[in-house]
């Protein structure tokens, strides 16, 4: 077997744990999710009601966030995007392009801006430095010339299908069973406990009733129907936003607004095609959300300001996605942290279940890690977290290993 | 205000393993010009009408999920829009371009049916696990270039270095084109054993970007299997969103092996 790695260790499971999770979501989250939990012994199945990453996940424009869109606003967040960064360019190497970013400011609101972004960005641990337009300009050429001020930072961008899917490689081949296209109908909530859920396959509708010790609800913005599920009140806001590809790549470097965070201020590359996002606003209900096709001319206009001629391009594609923010809210959410939380359900009378709600997608691993130390916890079972220790196999590997 | 279409999409609904006889499901709705396939099986699932199982993921043509069979001609749902449906288009591979089918009430017919070759898990959802099941799993995925006309790019912080074969400092990164969608494997006419364009392309670059690794590669295309099956029919060419052009990459093969064997 031919590797491409030197070093490429393989995850294994060194102590077994007498218990069955079952995880609903078979977003980025999810995989994390199903791929820690099994490093660290359990036993785990995984629901999720399309294709795998189908809902918020693979829609993502792809930032690999160096937290510096975040610092001003939350150094912790900031800080967590930089590490996480990191330990995902450590483990999925192969699903990164990493070549950094650039924070454009265009006019003297925004310059004046320029040093307290950089102060926060560095007391995050972020290595943010200003450099001259001229500099900056030399290594994207697309910044606009009338930029006041531009600042480097670690920025990346990843693939949002692949980088996941190597989770559920990775889960898989540690024993995780993957089901995709099986709906969760039902939560079984017995003398206060969560201890099944039944399923239903979207074609021949087909019944399975899955017991199990512990459930995380690990499904984003659709963690308040999920919830329902269970007689919870889970407090999430999905909030869809629309993007916008044209085809070219404009820039190897993701190219930011140098402002607080905003409709329209980043703009990603993703291989022949740049990327303008995002919109806000708030929805009820998080399926099958469609792009407000209104909004591509004004992401076109955003575009155009970062880098001059992006809307001539021809569009590729507009699509929407909704973020699963945390909490609730009456304005558009942008008040609303992007931080994330794994709830308990214990205190609401439901003991054995979890929601993990808000969080973005560069911070996969950890909002993992935090719910599977919860799960850990609330079964009285002591298993550490490893998942910063492996390289994850191939995405390709989930694929070649079977259909089910 | 764009003029809206009327459509009949119908969409062929195999439960695979499952044993239920094929069956082609029934689906009006009207869609705006720019709305892609996609967009319209979203909508009617959206309005909770029982649509037979699809894949898809990030709805712009990235990920390689969503192929299917869209009048008779494999494609991306997410980048087959409402109006390229309503005017003249092809229904075999490089035919003729054919005014769409039409119910009396002005309705415009749109097929839709699993990708060939591929095992149907349900609807028109397919497992593509035949695409890699021939090729070695670390095929590299990025590719590091000099940006030629750009500066040089600062380098990655200190903390993600990575035994990565693939970074030179300075360089740009960038993910391969092939997004793994299938749809050369599906349209492929090549009825003998035939590791297929996907894995034939994939291997041609990986020897391309890694000298080290031809004569690995090589031995692969060498078999019977590998790049000798291909009559170049070009229809992987053809159906390819990306432009990665598989008959190129398996030509490019065939001419090295027999320079190999002259020599």
């Known amino acids: 077997m031919y590797l491409y790695f030197g070093l490429m260790l393989k995850a294994e499971v060194s102590k077994r744990q007498d218990a069955r999770i079952c995880i609903i979501g078979g977003g980025g989250t999810g995989a994390a999710m199903a791929y820690d939990l099994a490093l660290r012994g359990f036993s785990v199945i995984l629901l999720e009601q399309g294709e795998l990453t189908s809902g918020t996940t693979g829609r993502h424009h792809g930032q690999l966030h160096s937290g510096a869109r975040y610092a001003l606003g939350d150094r912790a967040i900031a800080r967590e995007c930089m590490e996480e960064s990191l330990v995902l360019r450590r483990i999925a190497p192969e699903t990164i392009e990493y070549n950094g970013g650039v924070f454009v400011a265009i006019n003297d609101e925004e310059a004046d801006y320029a040093n307290a972004f950089v102060n926060a960005c560095q007391e995050s641990g972020i290595p943010a430095r200003e450099v001259q337009v001229a500099e900056a300009r030399s290594w994207e050429p697309a910044i606009n010339h009338k930029a006041k001020k531009t600042v480097w930072v670690p920025d990346g961008s990843f693939d949002a299908f692949r980088l996941p899917l190597a989770f559920f490689a990775a889960a898989r081949q540690l024993g995780a069973d993957i089901k995709p296209f099986c709906k969760v109908t039902e939560i079984e ?93 708030l929805a009820d209900n998080p399926d099958c959300i469609l792009p407000d096709k209104k909004e591509a001319a004004f992401l076109l206009e955003r575009a155009d300001e970062l880098a001059p001629g992006f809307s001539k391009r021809p569009v590729h594609a507009v699509w929407a996605a909704a973020r699963p923010l945390a909490g609730r809210t009456s304005g558009d959410g942008r008040e609303i942290s992007r931080d994330f939380a794994v709830l308990s359900h214990a205190e609401e009378g439901v003991a054995g279940m979890a929601s993990l709600i808000g969080g973005k997608a560069t911070v996969l691993r950890a909002m993992a890690e935090k719910a599977a130390d919860l799960v850990c916890k609330e079964l009285g079972l002591d298993a550490v977290c490893r998942t910063r220790d492996y390289v994850l196999p191939s995405w390709r590997s989930f694929y070649k290993a079977g259909s089910r | 205000m764009s003029q809206r279409l009327a459509f009949l999409l119908l969409i062929k609904n195999d439960c695979g393993k499952d044993g239920q006889a094929d069956a082609w499901l029934e689906f009006t709705l009207e869609a705006e010009p720019e709305d892609t396939v996609l967009d319209m099986l979203e909508r009617l699932r959206g309005e909770g009408r029982p649509v037979p199982a699809y894949r898809h993921s990030c709805h712009h043509g990235s990920c390689g999920s969503c192929g299917a069979v869209i009048d008779g001609v494999p494609a991306l749902m997410c980048l087959t829009r409402a109006f390229s449906l309503a005017a003249p288009h092809a229904r075999t591979i490089g035919g003729p371009l054919t005014e769409p089918a039409m119910e009396k009430d002005g309705r415009i017919t749109v097929r839709l049916e699993p990708l060939a070759k591929m095992e149907v898990l349900e609807g028109i959802a397919v497992h593509p696990g035949r695409l890699f099941g021939d090729i070695p799993d670390g095929l590299s995925y990025l590719v590091c270039s000099d940006a030629k006309d750009k500066a040089e790019l600062p380098p990655e912080p200190e903390a993600s270095s990575v035994n990565m074969r693939t970074i030179q400092k300075g360089w740009r990164q960038r993910l391969e084109a092939c997004i793994e969608c299938g749809l050369c494997v599906a349209v492929c006419p090549i009825k003998i054993p035939f590791i297929g364009p996907y894995a034939l392309a994939a291997i041609n670059r990986e020897r391309t970007k890694y000298p080290a690794h031809e004569k690995d590669m090589l031995a692969i295309a060498d078999k019977p299997d590998g790049a000798w099956p291909c009559d170049r029919h070009l229809y992987c060419s053809m159906v390819c969103p990306q432009a990665v052009y598989p008959a190129k990459h398996i030509q490019l093969l065939k001419n090295s092996l027999l320079r190999n064997r002259k020599s």
Request: hydrophobic content about 40%; charged content about 15%; overall charge positive.
């Open chain 1, 189 to 281: 909530v017995k003398a206060g406990r969560a201890v099944a859920v039944n399923t239903q396959s979207l074609c021949g509708k087909k019944e399975e009733k899955i017991c199990c010790d512990y459930i995380v609800s690990a499904s984003g913005a659709w963690a308040g129907m999920v919830g329902k599920l269970a007689g919870l009140d889970v407090p999430i806001s999905p909030a869809p936003g629309t993007m916008l590809a044209v085809q070219g790549r404009i820039s190897d470097m993701v190219l930011s607004r140098l402002a607080p965070p905003g409709d329209g201020d980043i703009l990603v590359p993703q291989r022949g095609l740049s990327i303008i996002g995002t919109t806000q606003s």
